[in-house]
Every structure is written in structure tokens, then in C-alpha cells.
């Protein structure tokens, strides 16, 4: 806040600070935007961690069902064994279902990460903008006024060199009155 003491309303009583409040509110509002980019940067690498940690478990379940199938091209001998075998690709393909589902719910999540992403950087970029809008904004008021100061001395200047000129005009004539009158009574 600005103290009572520096605060100097305008000739219409506007506050001449505001425009510092406002580019203190956009600083703050790109703090809380660098916050939530940094949180959400933290959120795709844990996110990066899941999907490396799934596809090292697909490749476990996929080096199984490569084993399975070899396993089943010796059918005369491992007949009893095969029950046993369909059993675990059943239930491997069930595995890989749900993975599957899981994989979406994860593309989903970083679908939604990326546009909150690029969200953030339109706002920091618009909020930017508007700073640099803001900034003109009042670099062209304080010329304005300074121009404005600049025609008001002129136009004292003016006025007074007017006055000086009609006073020396009054004084010359009432000398020569004076002069008339001591002349002829």
C-alpha cells in the first residue's frame, strides 16, 4: 500500500497509483501461474515415472506370453500342461485390458496437463501484453500532462506580457494627459 502522504488524486480525483497496483496484481497473478506450472511440472515427471514403470511391466507380461506360446508349439508332449497355460494368457489378456484402460485414463491425464500448460502460457503472455499496454498507457498520459503544463506557462507567459504591454499603454497615455491637462489647466 502507498502511504496517505504520497498519495496525490488527480484534478478529478482519480488515484495517480493505480496503475502500480494493478501491474503489483498482474505480478502476483504470474506468481500463482509459475506455482501451478511448477506443481504441474512435477506432476508429469511423477506421471513419466507411471507410464516407464507400465511399459517395463508390458514388456515383462509380453516376454511371458512369448514364452507361452513357445511353450504350446510342444502340445503332444505338454498336453496337461496346456489347461494350465490358457489359464494364464486368459488371464494376462485381462491384464492387458485393464492396461489398456489405464494407458487411456494416463493419455487423458497428460492431454489435460498439456492444455492446462498452454493455458498458463496464453495468461502469462496476455498478462504480459497487458503490462506493456499499461506501461504506454500511462508513458503517454505523463506526456500529455507535461505538454499540457508546458501550453499553461505559455499561456501565462502570455497573458502577463499582455498585461505588461497594456500597462505600459495605460501609463503612456495618462502621462500624456497629465501632460495635456498641466498644459492647458
Not at 18 to 26: E, F, I, P, T
Request: glycine share 4%; hydrophobic share 35%; net charge negative.
Amino acid at each position: 500500500n502507498i502511504p496517505d502522504v504520497m498519495m496525490d488524486p488527480g484534478d478529478d480525483g482519480t488515484d495517480l497509483f493505480v496503475g502500480a497496483d494493478l501491474l503489483h496484481q498482474y505480478q502476483e497473478t504470474w506468481e500463482d501461474i509459475h506455482r501451478q506450472t511448477m506443481s504441474q511440472s512435477a506432476s508429469a515427471i511423477t506421471t513419466a515415472e507411471k507410464i516407464t514403470t507400465l511399459h517395463t511391466w508390458l514388456n515383462r507380461q509380453n516376454t511371458l506370453i512369448t514364452t507361452l506360446t513357445n511353450s504350446l508349439e510342444e502340445i503332444p508332449r505338454l498336453a496337461g500342461v496346456l489347461d494350465s497355460c490358457v489359464g494364464v494368457v486368459r488371464e494376462t489378456g485381462l491384464n492387458i485390458s485393464s492396461l489398456i484402460v489405464e494407458l487411456d485414463k494416463l493419455e487423458a491425464d497428460c492431454d489435460k496437463l498439456h492444455t492446462e500448460r498452454l493455458k498458463s502460457v496464453h495468461r502469462f503472455h496476455l498478462n504480459s501484453y497487458r503490462e506493456e499496454r499499461l506501461r504506454e498507457l500511462n508513458q503517454r498520459k505523463l506526456l500529455m500532462e507535461k505538454s499540457h503544463q508546458e501550453s499553461l506557462k505559455v499561456k501565462a507567459l502570455k497573458e502577463c506580457m499582455a498585461m505588461t504591454e497594456r500597462q505600459s499603454t495605460f501609463g503612456e497615455w495618462l502621462a500624456e494627459e497629465m501632460e495635456d491637462y498641466k498644459r492647458t489647466g
